[in-house]
């Protein structure tokens, strides 16, 4: 056990509610997991839900070196809250006493441990919306979005999770306690440890609390589905789209194998043979939502659309919008493991990494279906595996490694808003170059000299590499 | 001369036209100067056209010991290009020969010293805009803009310059070439340095490129004009349209004594008895604009303007704002020194900030006008005076340091868009606390061992005061 007797005596002194150290085998073994890979008992589960408490156990840690794990619900999909070195988990998703909204200043003020979908809903009522939104927002925690700088289909008209961060409480590796940022939209003084904080996994501070920038709601919104022969063609439709001036809530793709993946589990009456599917959802003042579908609509038969439909009214939209929310259900019926890849390229290179995912599909003869935020060029090619079968999965690590190459090859990204945690760490290199990497390294080193908070993340260790299998 | 003649022996062995380097004093004079306080001659004055000899003068400078100070157009009003410890000046305003607009992934990609109005000229060609725009975009430079995180009248619904940043080529202090971000709008592999450097006025790297996000420029624009009695009414305008659903691209406030001073320089018939002035530009889709600006209109009615008027069409839009475009030489009429603030506050303090101003006003027995971007609490409070006055300016800098003041403990920060700079140094702990400036301390010295990039900036000396005066 890497947690001393004395550590743990140390912690009770600091933690003022005993029953939110869980130090059971049985309390502790559903912190092991995130929704990636890997099993990893942690020594200490506490749930702090104060920042002093919070303080405290990272001074202690340093005393005693143990590695802490901040974690949200551990909806991660690249590792972010494994404990990989054992220690303590700090399970901050029960920490969700604040949720204030200021109506002058449109903010919201929240505690790490809210979950997403609540901020929005609180918004609503003012008039407003928190646009981030991972598609995982009614399970996951504010504090895991921010630390992970989530992302989902609003990324091209509204930004990421970041866009909308305008202050921070963080205790720092070493236990201090700073604010970083404010309440004002502008804010230049010295360096921006906000936007340096959120997405760092973690690793450079634990949020205990954010001001997030709301925006008013838009009044109108209108999906409309359009279907290709070709996926250059719907390439050509998202890009005639923005340069009509007209930027979309959200423009989705699927691609044919994630349609029929679809059309298996649920029919929805969609044509299996077609190559691609978009979805694409306005919003903003009526009047112009009304014109502007119109004009999508004709911009997509121009570049060749077989099929263009504009929903009717709201049902009809969430209809349409069903089809891409059955996606994940329905590929995971064909093999129980499925490895979520969020690696990201320019828009205009997205035909070329549907040609490059074709060739990986047939070079390591595995199941992979595409579907994503095609507007920002953020795809998630999903491998459908299953861990069990290690020849398989030997296969699907080439494979994800070649995505990977693909993507920066095409002037793209390991990950657009999944995370490196331990998942993408062996491929940072080849991204950001060796100086590009030391420089990250440097801000880690400097602030948290003795490596506590998160080690085992994002910066790969000597001669790491990328492993699915479970032994 | 801090730089050796071996050290300039050696630069000019690295620089390839020998006349991008200044050596006589006629020449180095110009570059002792920007737009805020101080002279401070340099040694040295390259131009590199290339990023190899600014990682060449970097790593030399490193050998030697050499203080560099990256500057573009000199237009910074918080004194971030001043060589205030000697040695190199790297004038990067020369730098211009890139400027490429990529229609389909709607990014720009440039050199440090294109000028910022360029790209928007040049995005305009095929439909966009690059939005952020600090009112002197066709005399400063990106490099400028981008080292100060830039920001301007558009920042409520556009965002500022960090906002459109997805990559950059960065000349690390020590000498090394890297890139961070990329040009995809998603991109969480690792720690976000674009948005690190991006605002680090100049101390954490030199930007030789840069890869911008544009933005479908909207097709319709409406401005209108609402003349109040009483400053709180403003306030309440602003918050009745934001509450409403409306984000408009433009909300500047003019105080009363703005508005005379206009009056006074060049008459435009405006009321020199109201409190406050405020402008509203809406941009979006013609219907909907046209609708929201006489929705607007109301709401400046029903909280008590005393008058609204709508622009009938450009040309008296145009009419409208050159009242505004005038409050910076109408001011400096009244006396020749200018100290330009821009200390902001969350949007629904500017009352407060306004009543704050007053009494600093009262106290010190200065001339201080008030104007600036109301929608995101970025006030600029103008002080006039004459730098060869000695006793007025130490009221002035009394009267800095309590505007301060001020915004801090209304919750707002010292630096909405200027810059910390030479000016704002010795107020960096009051906002951030010693554990928040440590933080930052341990960056800039990880990053810059030798403390050779724009050393004196944004960190206080100890012992540092404001100092206005000219001795």
Known sequence: MLTTDRFLEEIKKKIQDQKR???????????????????????????PPATEEVAAVMKLANTYKVPVYPRGQGTSLSGGPLPV????????????????????????????????????????EFG??????????????????????????????????????LGLEVVTPEGEVIRTGGRTVKNVTGYDLTKLVVGSEGTLGIITEATLRLVPKPPATKTLMALFEEIVDSGRAISKVLTAGIVPAKMELMDQLSIQAVEAYEPRGLPTD????????????????????????????????????????????????????????????????????????????????????????????????????????????????????????????????????????????????HGIGTMKSPFMEMELGKAGLEMMKRIKASWDPNNILNPGKIFPEPGQRLVLRHD
Chains 1, 2 share one sequence.
């Open 21 to 47: 150290i869980l130090t059971k085998e049985a309390d502790r073994y559903s912190y092991a997991y995130d929704a990636s890979f890997g099993f990893h008992l942690p020594d200490l589960v506490i749930q």
């Open 85 to 124: 070195k054992g220690g303590v988990v700090l399970d901050l998703s029960q920490w969700n006493d604040k949720l204030e909204i200021d109506k002058d200043d449109m903010v919201a003020v929240v505690s790490p441990g809210v979950l997403t979908a609540k901020i929005d809903e609180a918004a609503t």
């Open 128 to 165: 407003f919306m928190y646009p981030p939104d991972p598609s995982s927002s009614h399970v996951s925690t504010i504090g895991g979005n921010l630390a992970e700088n989530a992302g989902g289909p609003r990324g091209l008209k509204y930004g990421v999770t970041k866009d909308y961060v």
């Open 274 to 417: 077609v190559a691609a599917m978009l979805l694409i959802e306005l919003d903003g003042h009526p009047a112009s939502v009304a014109e502007e579908i119109l004009k999508v609509k004709d911009l997509c038969s121009e570049v060749g659309a077989r099929d263009v439909r504009v929903a009717e009214n709201e049902k009809e939209a969430a209809e349409f919008w069903k089809a891409r929310k059955l996606v994940s259900p329905a590929i995971v019926r064909v093999k129980p493991t499925k490895i979520s890849e969020d690696a990201t390229v320019p828009r205009s290179k997205i035909p070329d990494m549907f040609q490059r995912l074709k060739e990986i599909r047939e070079k390591y003869q595995i199941d992979l279906v595409v579907f994503g935020h095609a507007g920002d060029g953020n795809l998630h090619p999903n491998i459908i595996a299953d861990a069990r079968d290690h020849e398989e999965m030997e296969r699907v690590e080439k494979a994800v490694a070649e995505i990977f190459t693909a993507a920066i090859e095409l002037g793209g990204t390991l990950s657009g808003e």
